[in-house]
Every structure is written in C-alpha cells, then in structure tokens.
C-alpha cells in the first residue's frame, strides 16, 4: 500500500463532538466530512442544513445521500461554497491532513455569517502513548490511523493549535481534550507520574483537542 492511498476511515457519528454543537448552529459546513456519518447524527436530532466537503470521491458519494449538499473536492478557494452563509464550520479531525492549515482556515473567515464560529478536532501528539513511543522506543512509526496516521501533514500540540488560530485572525473560546485513554494497569508508575506531576501532564491525558474559535473582531 502507498504512503498516499487513503485508509479506510471508519463512518462514525462522532457523538462527543456532535454534542458541542450549539442548538443556535442551523447552517453547518463540515469539512472532511468523510461519509457523512457526522452531519447525519446532527440532522437526526434537529432541523439543520449541513454541508459537507470530501476529496475522496467514493466518500463524497456516500455523504451525498445523507447531507443537504456535499462538494467533491478539496477545501480551497473556488468551490462552490457560498460566503458569510455558515453558524459553524467544522474540522473532525481533518486539518492535520491539509498542507497549509492556516490557509484553510483564513478561507473559513470568508464562509462564516458574523458570529460564527469554528469547532476544530484534532489529534493530540502530546498524548502520553505517542510520547512513550518516541521516548522508549525512538521512534516515529507511521500506523494505518490514529496519532501517527500515515496520511497526516501536520502535527498539534494544545499550544500550537491555540496558536494557529491566533495567529491566523480567531479568537479562541475554548481549547480542551477530548477522549481520555491514559491509564494502563501494566504501567503503574505512569500512574505514579500522572498523579506527582499534575499540571504537566494534564495535555498528556487525551486523544484529541477540541478548540472552539470565532474571527476577531480586528
């Protein structure tokens, strides 16, 4: 298999990130939308109009039975994707797959309606089996998904995402982790770790980041 074929991402619902969507939201672009499995989760609970936009041409397909629209393409300048028209835009853990992030989302700016806002997830390689990894075992080993996935551009800490945002015109509201997975019977000095040195590892704790941003008024 080639460093560039896609992996075969599961059609999740996404319920944690689902559930952060402000009821206030009734137009949503979901970007890297996938089958649509996020955007058909919001839509079974409320009137909304979500969008999505999907490179992978079977993806695309398969989301276009189930969300108000879907655009086949990458997230760049020229699709037809109408400005100042969306409540919230949305990064299920597809920024890091983008070459230029901060070009992606300086273009969400012009999609935003005023008082919009950005929900962004992604992965954290600052979790502490990433960092075990590359510790003990001196190494960064592509997998097939997850941290490491083989097909991510980019990596985030909380920091650098935070900053990312900042430095490219938004105001973040809220930067947290989502999806804890530390703990390890096997390993009780991790443990031992977590608990003598709370505030360092408190980012250590989760799989992802979740920021929740909106453009500065400058």
Known sequence: MSLFDRP?????????LVKLVPPSAERILDIGCNRGGFGRSIKAIRDAEVWGVEPDIGAAAVANGRLDHVVADFFQAGNPIPDHYFDLITFNDSLEHMPDPAQALELCRRKLRAGGRIHCCVPNM??????????????????????????????????SIVRLFQETGFRVVDAFGINEDWWDPRKPMRRLFFRLFPRFTNDMRHIQIVVIAEPSAS
């Open 8 to 16: 075969d991402y599961q059609d999740v619902e996404r319920q944690p």
């Open 126 to 159: 600052r979790q502490i089996d990433n960092l075990e990894h590359l510790i003990f075992d001196r190494d960064w080993r592509y997998e097939e998904q997850g941290i490491r996935d083989r097909t991510h551009l980019r990596f985030f800490t909380q920091k």
